[in-house]
C-alpha cells in the first residue's frame, strides 16, 4: 500500500529563512507525488507535482521539492520564507486516490 | 485554468435537516469529483470518489444513505448531507480531475465548505 509520511506537524522559521518541509513516502510503484498548500478555512492549492520526470520540481511561490528515490524522500523547500508562506502544507501521493500526509503548520516570525 | 467552486461557503443548519452542498469546475470537464471530510488540524478523509453518471464509491465507514452524492453532469457533483446531526459539523472539500488534455492526473480542490449542525 502506498503513504506518505510527513516528519513534524509543526515549522516554525524566521522570515528570510530556508523552509524544509519533510515528506517520505511508501510505495511499489514509481509514485505520483504532490505537495498542496492550505491557508485557513480555504481548499488545497497545487504547489507543485512529481510525475517521474525530472527529479527536482519546481513549483509556485518560490517552492522546491527534489524527489530522491534512495531516499524514498520527497522534501520541499524555499530559499527564504516569506510571513505570507504561513500556512499547512499536505504531501501526497497519488494511485487511484489521493493519500495524504497528515501536514505540517508552517510558522514564519519576523 | 482548473478551477473549483463550491457552494455554499459556510452554512448553519438545525439538527435533522438536510444540507447540499454543490462542487463545480468552471473551466474544465472533469471525470472524476472527489469528496473530503476534514476535521480541526487534521488531514483530508476521503468520503467518496464519484464519475458523471454512475453512482458514487464510498470510503470505508462513510454513510452512503447519510452522505447523498450525485454527479449529474461533467461540471456538477453534489454532496446532501440528509438529517444531519452536531457531529457531522465540518470542513467538507471537493475536488475534480480533468477530462482528458494536460495534468490529468492532478486532483483541483475547491475552497470547502464549512457546515456547523446546531
Known amino acids: 500500500a502506498q503513504s506518505v509520511t510527513q516528519l513534524g506537524s509543526h515549522v516554525s522559521v524566521s522570515e528570510g529563512a530556508l523552509v524544509l518541509l519533510r515528506c517520505n513516502y511508501s510505495?511499489?510503484?514509481?509514485?505520483?507525488l504532490f505537495w498542496y498548500v492550505q491557508y485557513p478555512n480555504q481548499g488545497l492549492q497545487l504547489l507543485l507535482k512529481?510525475?517521474?520526470?525530472?527529479?527536482l520540481v519546481k513549483g509556485i511561490n518560490g517552492f522546491e521539492a527534489e524527489f530522491k528515490k534512495s531516499e524514498t524522500s520527497f522534501h520541499l523547500t524555499k530559499p527564504s520564507a516569506h510571513m505570507s508562506d504561513a500556512a499547512e502544507y499536505f504531501c501526497?501521493?497519488?494511485?487511484?486516490?489521493?493519500?495524504f500526509g497528515t501536514g505540517t503548520r508552517l510558522q514564519v516570525f519576523p | 485554468g482548473a478551477v473549483v467552486s463550491q457552494h455554499p461557503s459556510w452554512v448553519i443548519c438545525k439538527s435533522g435537516t438536510s444540507v447540499k452542498i454543490e462542487c463545480r469546475s468552471l473551466?474544465?470537464?472533469?471525470?472524476?469529483m472527489f469528496w473530503y471530510r476534514q476535521f480541526p488540524k487534521q488531514s483530508l478523509m476521503l468520503m467518496a470518489t464519484?464519475?458523471?453518471?454512475?453512482?458514487?464509491?464510498?470510503e470505508q465507514g462513510v454513510e452512503k444513505d447519510k452522505f447523498l452524492i450525485n454527479h449529474a453532469s461533467l461540471t456538477l457533483s453534489t454532496l446532501t448531507v440528509t438529517s444531519a446531526h452536531p457531529e457531522d459539523s465540518s470542513f467538507y472539500i471537493c475536488?475534480?480531475?480533468?477530462?482528458?488534455?494536460?495534468?490529468?492526473?492532478?486532483?483541483?480542490f475547491g475552497p470547502g465548505t464549512r457546515l456547523t449542525v446546531l
Open positions: 475536488s475534480a480531475k480533468r477530462r482528458g488534455g494536460w495534468s490529468t492526473d492532478t486532483q483541483y
Open positions: 510505495s511499489s510503484v514509481p509514485p505520483y
Open positions: 512529481y510525475t517521474s520526470a525530472a527529479t
Open positions: 501526497a501521493v497519488n494511485t487511484d486516490k489521493l493519500i
Open positions: 473551466d474544465f470537464q472533469a471525470t472524476t
Open positions: 464519484s464519475n458523471e453518471g454512475s453512482k458514487a464509491t464510498y
